[in-house]
């Protein structure tokens, strides 16, 4: 029987030498700190009327610079609004005999359906009034027939108390 082959696998666990991070960052840190000492102790003004004149052209040159976004922006915002308003009224000026055909033919449906239910409602309201006349005749005979049966009544107490 053949054997099976393997391979040996080296098995070492990669170490992080931090002592040598830590230098670097350390050293990176002193070389920045280092540098931005440097630039503020570094007098870029010879004389306050310099650093007046550096701060007033800073100054000139954020407010120039804002006014000029300023500006254009509301500029490019009313020319594009005024562009989609016109394309917009072209659009409906194109479509208004369309609009229009179609409110006449809503108009003339609107009108039959209504006709519709004006003639349904009459007939319920014949119908009401028809059923309202038979409620009163049968209320009317309703009152004939008690005032009948009063009659009959009385008229055979009469007949009783003269026999008894």
């Excluded at 040159?61 to 915002?77: D, F, R």
């Excluded at 359906?113 to 209320?139: P, T």
């Amino acid at each position: 029987m053949k054997s099976i082959k393997t391979r040996e696998t080296a098995t070492t666990i990669k170490v992080i030498d931090r002592s040598v991070n830590l230098s670097r960052r350390m050293k990176d840190t002193f070389v920045r700190t280092k540098e931005q000492a440097e630039e503020t102790q570094e007098s870029k003004h010879n004389s306050p009327e310099d650093y007046a004149i550096g701060k007033v052209q800073d100054t000139v040159q954020n407010v120039s610079g804002k006014a000029v976004h300023t500006v254009t922006k509301p500029v490019q915002y009313a020319r594009k609004s005024i562009e989609r308003s016109g394309r917009y009224f072209q659009e409906v000026k194109r479509q208004l005999p369309a609009a229009r055909k179609h409110a006449a033919v809503q108009a003339q449906k609107t009108a039959i359906s209504m006709r519709y239910n004006a003639d349904a409602l009459q007939r319920v309201a014949d119908k009401a009034n028809n059923v309202d006349i038979a409620a009163k005749k049968a209320v009317s005979n309703a009152k004939q027939y008690l005032k009948q049966v009063r009659q009959d009544g009385k008229q055979s107490l009469r007949e009783v108390r003269q026999q008894g």
